[in-house]
């Protein structure tokens, strides 16, 4: 993190900058899309968005930790002890929750949404399978609703009515990594998409298990992929519809994350639903073309924008 930044933010405390900079290194490593958003924010907004990406990631670590020595139980303790250490404000010890705690005092963060969070990580370490719509937006309202929902008072919004919007956003893109990663989710023994939605198209986990060996798609888990892309779809065009409603200085930032992962979506579809062995991404020169009209409309929104309202308790 660039010192300017910690200097915009008004972060002076040296361990505090640390916290900060541990932060923004995951998010560069582990989030490019993601960051590269970011980078279109104004910068005394990029380390609080940092900060709240270094505590997913720092728990989504816990839960996908690859050693194999480590048990269901011993994940669950890990993640038991990191929201003791965020309920009580004790970061000795972690190097991102500094950072975060700082971000969810200063933006003024519900510490429910946290807890929500760290409710679905739970759910990682024993759920496997979700029977239906209900049971897997439960799960998401905590990994991918809730972070819009955090994100929102670091981005300012005109109107008070962003939330649905924010959090219908974080949903999509959730969404998307289920479709784009079901072949690596069945890796970990992992099904992101309801059961029964699966069922009405004659698939069930032991076809999508076949798909994966033979690393094709058969045309019964085609057609319930490409039912899927357009449930996924249909929550982008929602939550478009918030952008207006958010500060003019986030709305390039927005703009270009939705466009961004909704064309994961496109090239799903490019592939023909071919998720086995095949990961859809979006290329590098696309993501610098659209990153670089979003800096242009950023710097431009920048230039004009007055401040925006905090949200509270979304």
Avoid at 58 to 82: G, M, S
Avoid at 92 to 117: C, E, Q
Avoid at 131 to 157: F, K, M, N
Avoid at 260 to 275: A, T
Wanted: proline share 5%; hydrophobic share 45%; with cysteine.
């Amino acid at each position: 993190m660039t010192r300017a930044e910690l200097d915009a933010a008004g972060i002076t405390d040296p361990a505090l900058r640390q916290s900060y900079q541990r932060c923004r290194e995951l998010n560069a490593e582990h989030g490019r899309t993601f960051f590269l958003a970011t980078r279109l924010l104004a910068p005394d907004q990029r380390p609080a968005v940092h900060a709240l990406y270094g505590f997913a990631r720092r728990a989504d670590d816990i839960v996908d930790q690859r050693d194999p020595r480590l048990t269901t139980v011993d994940r669950e303790a890990r993640l038991d002890r990191l929201a003791r250490q965020f309920a009580t404000a004790d970061a000795a010890g972690d190097p991102v929750l500094a950072a975060v705690l700082h971000t969810a005092g200063m933006y003024r963060i519900p510490d429910r949404l946290f807890d929500a969070f760290l409710a679905s990580m739970r759910m990682d370490l024993r759920i496997t399978d979700y029977p239906d719509r209900t049971a897997l937006d439960r799960y998401v309202y905590g990994s991918a609703e809730v972070i819009g929902l955090q994100l929102l008072p670091i981005l300012g919004v005109v109107d008070a009515a962003a939330a649905p919007y924010a959090a219908a956003l974080g949903k999509a893109f959730q969404l998307t990594n289920f479709l784009r990663d079901v072949d690596e989710d069945l890796a970990r023994d992992r099904v992101y998409l309801p059961a029964d939605e699966l069922a009405a198209y004659g698939v069930d986990r032991e076809l999508l298990s076949w798909c994966r060996q033979h690393r094709r798609v058969e045309p019964r888990v085609r057609r319930a992929l490409a039912a899927q892309h357009r449930i996924t779809r249909d929550i982008y065009e929602y939550a478009r519809g918030g952008i207006a409603l958010l500060a003019p200085r986030s709305r390039p930032c927005v703009t270009t994350a939705l466009l961004l992962y909704s064309e994961i979506l496109d090239r799903i579809e490019d592939n023909d639903f071919e998720v086995f062995g095949r990961r859809a991404t979006v290329g590098t020169g696309r993501r610098i073309r659209v990153g670089t009209l979003g800096m242009l409309r950023a710097w431009r929104a920048r230039r004009s924008s007055v401040p925006a309202q905090l949200v509270e308790d979304p």
